[in-house]
Structures are given as C-alpha cells and as structure tokens.
C-alpha cells in the first residue's frame, strides 16, 4: 500500500516573516500520520521553516539543487546544504526550471544523483506542453524524460527514495486542470514505464503524484484515483487551501 503524500511547492513565494506567519498558522493541522506533507519553501527559508516544523509530522523539501557537492558555483546550492537545514525532499526538473533555466533530462539526472547520495528523496517532475500533448509524441516525450533522467539509477532508490510527479504544462498556474482520465492516464503510463523498466514491484512501489491546478475542488478525486498517489501543489498550497487539501 503505497503512503499518499500532499507537497506544497511555494516557488518564489514569501519572506521570511511571511513563512513564519503561514507556518505557526497551519502547521498543527497539516501534521498528520496517514499521509507524508511536505512543504517546498524558498532556499532562504529552509533554515527557518525546519525550525517551526521541528516536532511535527511535516517534512520539509527544497525547490531546487546543484549537482556538485562544493566549490566555485556563485549561486548555486549544495546538497549538503540542504542536509544541513533538514531538508528530506527536493522538486528536480520542475517545467518551469526546464523552460526558463535550460534545466535537461541529464542535469536532472546529476541532481537526482547527488540528491541521493545525500539521502534526500527526489521529486521528479515530469509534463508536457499543450502542443506536445496535441501533436503524436505526448507518450514518447514522457518516457523520455523519465528514461534519460533515470539513467543509472537502481531499482531500489526508485522503489524506495524516488517520488514522480507529472505536471502537464498547460495546467500549471493556469486553472485548467487536466480530467480525472487525462490524469490518471498518464500517471498509469508512467507505472507501465517503470514496470518496464525495472519491474513490476518497483512499479508498485514508486509514488507518483499529479500537479497542476490541484484546489479544494478537484483534490479529492484525483488524490484518489488508482494510479495517482497524491499531489504537488503550488497556489493552493500558499492558502489556508492546503490544510482541505491535506484532510481530505
Ligand atoms: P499550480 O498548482 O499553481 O498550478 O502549480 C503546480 C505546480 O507547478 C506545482 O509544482
């Protein structure tokens, strides 16, 4: 039985006295057992949030991380840093880090390695844009994102560390949320792939969520569909939203 798991993506949203303000508020009623919660703020805020939910049920995940372990990357930040501010998960390969960072399926697959050997568990984001869907490829562009950005990965860390989360495009931050059969069509796809592969109990081990326009409204079908294992949220999970979100 796989755990579902709720994750707030905030993207570049919130000071540090606006987290704090938004963490004390919510955090007692996102602390729960039956599902992993798992809350995304900016870099900057890592530090502070790992603070308030110390105690709590709720993990904390990064947006974003660079390859390399140290050195001369002005910028960037190390896995290790985010082990050093408790950080359990990190989003790699988000579409809007693909589209406006030049992030590839082989710089996904360096984060995803260097995430691992940090003990932090990826959040492999996967999704196609509206032409992409409306042309024949939809199919092949995800299982070739899913390949080159698994290459060299074992079965175990996919079964076990590993965490999917297909993101159409078109329906991120747009309100136009994929059907139910959209969704748990290509959720199922992505499974198959996995099954393929690896094998069918790695398949049934992977979680994999949907993102884009999840809300109050549409959360509870689609967190419950058969091949749909939770959600990656992002505007909802800046409001009192996420608390329905999580319950329900
Ligand atoms: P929205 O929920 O705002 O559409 O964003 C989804 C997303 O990109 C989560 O990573």
Not at 23 to 41: A, F, Q, Y
Not at 139 to 149: A, H, P
Request: proline fraction near 2%.
């Amino acid at each position: 039985m796989r755990k579902k798991m709720i994750a707030g993506n905030w993207k570049m949203n919130y000071t540090l006295s606006q987290t704090e303000e938004f963490l004390l508020e919510i955090k007692d009623r996102i602390s729960v057992d039956d599902v992993d919660v798992v809350i995304c703020p900016s870099f900057v805020s890592l530090y502070l949030a790992s603070n308030i939910l110390d105690g709590t049920n709720i993990h904390l995940g990064a947006q974003n991380v660079f390859y390399e372990e140290k050195g001369a990357y002005t910028g960037e930040v190390s896995a290790p840093m985010l082990v050093s501010a408790f950080v359990d998960y990190c989003i790699v390969g988000h579409s809007e880090r693909r589209t406006m960072f030049n992030e590839t399926n082989e710089v996904v697959n360096k984060k995803i390695k260097i995430l691992l050997e940090n003990t932090i568990k990826p959040i492999l984001c996967v999704g196609e844009s509206l032409e992409e869907r409306e042309s024949k490829k939809l199919f092949d562009i995800i299982s070739n994102q899913l390949n080159e950005s698994l290459k060299d990965i074992d079965e175990k860390n996919v079964a076990d560390n590993i965490i999917i989360a297909y993101e159409p495009i078109w329906a991120i931050g747009t309100g136009k949320t994929a059907t139910l059969e959209q969704a748990e069509e290509m959720c199922k796809f992505i499974r198959d792939q996995i099954e393929k592969k690896y094998s069918k109990k790695v398949a049934q081990s992977v979680r994999i969520l949907y993102g884009g326009s999840v809300n109050t409204k549409n959360a509870s079908e689609i967190i419950n569909s058969d091949n749909i294992d939770g959600a990656l949220v992002g505007g909802a999970s800046l409001k009192n939203d996420f608390v329905s979100i999580v319950n329900c």
